[in-house]
C-alpha cells in the first residue's frame, strides 16, 4: 500500500502542498507535475530507487514547521529566508538579485577590495543558478544578499565560505556605499556569526582582510575577532582573523 501524504505550506502569504510519500513511481509521477516532493525512507521501500530526491526522513510524525518549509522552497526554486535583524532581512540570492549587485558593485571603492562580477549580467545570472544548485543546496549555507526591511532594498551582502586551502569558514560581507556608516555591516554580522555558532555549529570562523582595508580591520575586532596571522592569498597579503564560538568550549 503507498503512503502519500499532503502537508500544507504557507509562504509569504501563499498556500503550497508539500507530499510526502514512500513510493518511488509516485514520487517521480509528482516531481514530473511540478509537485514538490519527500520521500518517506522505510525497511519496507529501501529497494526502491530514489537518486535524484533532494529530501528523505524516517520519521514522518516528527518534522519540525522549519524543516518543511525550507523542504519545500528549496525544490520550488523559492530562497530561504535565513534570519532577521532589526533593519534587514538576511535571505539566500536569487537571479532577481543580480541587477542590484551590478549597482552596489559599481561604486570602486567597493572593488576596491574584492572581486567584481562577471562582465555580463547573464553569466552572473547563471553563476547565481549554480550556486543554489551547488553551494546552498550541498552546504546548506553560503554567502546570501541582505535586504533593508524598510524599503525593501538590496542593500549588500554577507555570509560564509570556504577558501581553499583553510579549514574554517570564512565570514564575508558587503554594503553598498549609499547604506555605510549606519552601522548595517556590524549588525548583519553579528546576526550571520550567531547564526554560524547556533545553527551551523561552527566551532571557529576566519575573516581575511587586507591590511589597508581599515573599516574591515576595526569592524573584525569589534566583532570579537583576534589577528592570527598575515598570510599570503595570490599576490594578495591579508590579515587573518580568527573568532571562536563562544558556546562551545
Not at 519527500?38 to 516528527?62: C, M
Not at 556605499?177 to 555558532?197: D, I, K, M, N
Not at 551551523?200 to 589597508?212: G, I, S
Request: proline share 5%.
Amino acid at each position: 500500500m503507498v503512503y502519500l501524504k499532503e502537508i500544507e505550506v504557507e509562504t509569504e502569504g501563499r498556500r503550497g502542498v508539500l507530499y510526502l510519500t514512500d513510493d518511488a513511481g509516485t514520487a517521480r509521477g509528482l516531481r514530473e507535475a511540478g509537485e514538490a516532493v519527500l520521500i518517506y525512507l522505510h525497511p519496507g521501500n529501501r529497494d526502491q530507487d530514489f537518486s535524484g530526491f533532494l529530501f528523505a526522513v524516517e520519521d514522518p510524525e516528527d518534522l519540525e514547521p522549519e524543516y518543511i518549509e525550507r523542504a519545500y522552497r528549496r525544490l520550488k526554486g523559492l530562497p530561504w529566508n535565513i534570519l532577521r535583524t532589526a533593519r534587514c532581512l538576511i535571505r539566500e540570492t536569487i537571479p532577481e538579485d543580480v541587477e542590484s549587485f551590478y549597482q552596489i558593485y559599481s561604486h570602486p571603492a567597493i572593488t576596491e577590495y574584492m572581486e567584481g562580477l562577471y562582465p555580463e549580467v547573464e553569466e552572473e545570472r547563471q553563476y547565481v543558478r549554480d550556486y543554489i544548485e551547488k553551494v546552498y543546496t550541498f552546504f546548506g549555507f553560503g554567502v546570501w544578499t541582505v535586504i533593508e526591511r524598510e524599503s525593501g532594498a538590496v542593500i549588500g551582502r554577507a555570509g560564509f565560505s570556504y577558501r581553499e586551502g583553510f579549514d574554517e569558514p570564512e565570514l564575508g560581507f558587503i554594503i553598498g556605499v549609499p547604506w555605510q556608516r549606519r552601522g548595517y555591516a556590524e549588525e548583519v554580522c553579528r546576526a550571520v556569526l550567531a547564526y554560524g555558532w547556533s545553527a551551523l555549529e561552527f566551532r571557529q570562523v576566519q575573516a581575511l582582510v587586507e591590511p589597508e582595508n581599515i573599516p574591515s580591520v576595526r569592524l573584525c575586532e569589534k566583532l570579537g575577532f583576534r589577528k592570527d596571522e598575515n598570510v599570503n592569498v595570490g599576490e594578495k597579503e591579508y590579515y587573518r582573523f580568527i573568532v571562536s564560538n563562544p558556546y562551545r568550549i
